[in-house]
């Protein structure tokens, strides 16, 4: 069971979309420096398909992208999630984890890349900074069949910051 804390719409977490923001509760990465250390705690709301629902045809109902943030607690549910939003909408899905890539593809609840459109890994370290940082260790790909290309560059202010 996966519990979020609110839902925002967001413009520069997953560029080029309007994105439906579900924070959920519960995270187990418990990252020094995490600017949302409460979502930590076991708080909120059962995130049920038919909430899902609702969320995605009422505040998201303008939105491009619906982005799944944190949810590490469960990723067989993040899974169901993503299948979901793919099976009743048109839209884009997105997931933010704390995780790193190979604990995600090698743990026995493995991604299923085909319900992605973008997924960022990396858990925070403060030194390293987000992803618009250069020297972030944390990288958003897009999600193209079983092809995951890393667009983390698209944070950097200019195509010269392109390393």
């Given at each position: 069971?996966?519990?979020?804390?609110g839902?925002?719409?967001v413009?520069?977490?997953v560029?080029?979309?309007?994105?439906?923001a579900i924070?959920?509760t519960?995270?187990p990465c418990?990252?020094?420096?995490?600017?949302?250390?409460f979502?930590?705690e076991?708080?909120?709301?059962?995130?049920t398909?038919?909430?899902?629902?609702?969320l995605?045809?009422?505040e998201?109902?303008h939105?491009?992208?619906?982005?799944?943030?944190?949810?590490?607690?469960?990723?067989?549910?993040?899974?169901?999630?993503?299948?979901?939003?793919?099976?009743?909408?048109?839209?884009?899905?997105?997931?933010?984890?704390?995780?790193d890539l190979?604990?995600?593809?090698h743990?026995k609840?493995?991604?299923?890349?085909?319900?992605f459109d973008y997924?960022?890994?990396?858990?925070?370290?403060?030194?390293?900074?987000?992803?618009k940082?250069?020297s972030?260790?944390?990288?958003?790909?897009?999600?193209e069949?079983n092809v995951?290309?890393?667009?983390?560059?698209?944070?950097?202010?200019?195509?010269?910051?392109?390393?």
């Amino acid at each position: 069971m996966l519990k979020y804390l609110g839902t925002d719409i967001v413009m520069q977490e997953v560029p080029n979309e309007v994105s439906l923001a579900i924070s959920f509760t519960n995270c187990p990465c418990h990252c020094p420096g995490c600017h949302s250390a409460f979502l930590a705690e076991d708080i909120g709301d059962e995130l049920t398909d038919q909430k899902l629902i609702d969320l995605i045809y009422g505040e998201g109902e303008h939105c491009t992208c619906i982005l799944l943030s944190g949810g590490d607690s469960d990723h067989e549910r993040i899974n169901q999630l993503a299948k979901l939003i793919k099976s009743i909408s048109s839209k884009k899905v997105a997931w933010y984890s704390g995780r790193d890539l190979n604990y995600l593809i090698h743990e026995k609840t493995k991604i299923d890349l085909q319900y992605f459109d973008y997924i960022k890994v990396g858990p925070y370290i403060k030194d390293r900074g987000p992803l618009k940082s250069r020297s972030t260790n944390q990288v958003l790909y897009q999600v193209e069949g079983n092809v995951m290309n890393d667009i983390t560059y698209k944070f950097w202010r200019s195509n010269e910051d392109k390393i």
